[in-house]
């Protein structure tokens, strides 16, 4: 298993921009939008910084659900990965290792940049609170992998994956209020969103940061392990080693 | 002889088409064994099988004396397997690719270093273990294939088409290398399409079409019923009854076969009557376009028996 995790880790971080991606364009999509949309927020309690830190941040998340995709069925190490099958290792230490490599990858790059948005006081993350916003940061992150790993066993397609995910993350990205608020685009939009579950998510990070706590902490952090439970659960049944040769 | 694999009336089904069809085969410990056959003769669908990445719908197997099912992590272990694909890390070195693998096999960690050495240089690739195989030709990247497959030491190798698409020098290196395994003990399956390939390392021989095992032996025994044949092959402008008749009568023709205006025509050693064949032909004033001539060889074996030729 270990052998198997070094070696996931070693092809995720050749993975054309991963590191970019994770690593550098957190910082400069909340530079940028929180330059571009600094007149737009002239409260002292949330400027355009404190907004777009805290939404990319998760947007970014979102954007990696493709990354266990690319891990599973990437065109350059698609057969080499089947003949891991060949060997005595386990089925499930195959897909336990991509999911978690995508997990740790993201998860680590994600709450660096949170910790450093905190300790320079670029984006408000509550003070204290910010080890809930990264716990519920790591756990939506595990769902997205859990997620993009399900359905790309499902399909059995990079590229059918990719797409699937991609267009879901921009639609709902756009209708959870991440880049505007919806509220704005009228009532029918507004109740839309409420529908999304990033928009549970995203309220449930922003009354952590300005309530000092949130009523739905919990039941978001449980839903979010279940679901990612239930997504594994998927992926034990339907990786099967004979799809791919 | 000791048995290190036996398989009994394997079938798998894929819906309607049969790819597997009541196959039974063995392997005797330091043998190898060819399986031929054309391309969609059910050959990689038993070679999956037989390394337990695909399950068959019915059909027993063991391997090293243990029953397949029960004891799979166990057999893997001792199994070495190159598939048809090139199935490497394009962006990590040749070495690392050894490396990885071979660790997947618990090879103990002070010896993999050797080990990865070992099968590199048994593929001749130790001069280039730090490139990357995105830089190599194809027929480099086939023996890195093979080393991936061999760094754990495997009992048991099994080789699916391993030589499709490369040079005539890497071809050579891949056979040669494997009779040095089969040197050292090691049993081999060797899939392919290729006759010269099984007639040139295989003890053994099982010719597979249409999922069904259609002949089994030496070279020696394949060829034995045609061994004393030579086949011509006429391309003619017409052919008619009279001319069939004429040609059944002269002796030593053992077997006619039309197909439109080609005729072919199977006639003993013995009775080399050719003279006499291609007289008939002009005497019923056919004019010869094209003759081809065929004498008994493993390909002419395997057009006897499936009515097709193994490139189909």
Redesign the interface.
Known sequence: MI??LK?DF??LM?GSGNIAVFFFFPTLITLLMGFLFSNSYTSSLLSSYDFYGVTMIFFIAMMGATVPANLFLEK??K??N????????SRVAVYLSKILTCFLFIGFALTLNLIIFHSISLVNFGGSNIIYVILLLLNFVLFLCSLSAAITVTVKSEIITNIIISNSVSFLAIFSGIFLPVASLGAFIDTISNVSPIKWVMTTVFELIYDGSSPNYGIIMIGLLILSFLLLLIVHKKYK??DY? | MKKIMEVKNLTKKYGDFTAVDDLSLHLNEGEILGLLGPNGAGKSTTINILSTILKSDTGEITVFGLPYEKNIKVIKERMGIVPQEIALYEEISAYKNVEFFASLYNVKKAELHEKTLNALEFVGLLEHKDDKPKTFSGGMKRRLNIACALAHEPDLLILDEPTVGIDPQSRNHILRSLKKLQQQGKSIIYTTHYMEEVAEIADRIIIIDHGNKIAEGTLKDLLAEYRNTIKYTFYLDKINKDILTSLENIKGVEKLKQEENILTITLSKEQANLDKIILTLVNHECKIEKMETQEGNLEMVFLELTGRKLRD
Do not use: D, G, M, W
């Open positions: 052998a198997l070696h070693k092809n050749k350059n190490i057969n080499a089947t003949r891991i099958f060949y060997s005595p290792v080693p004979e040769v």
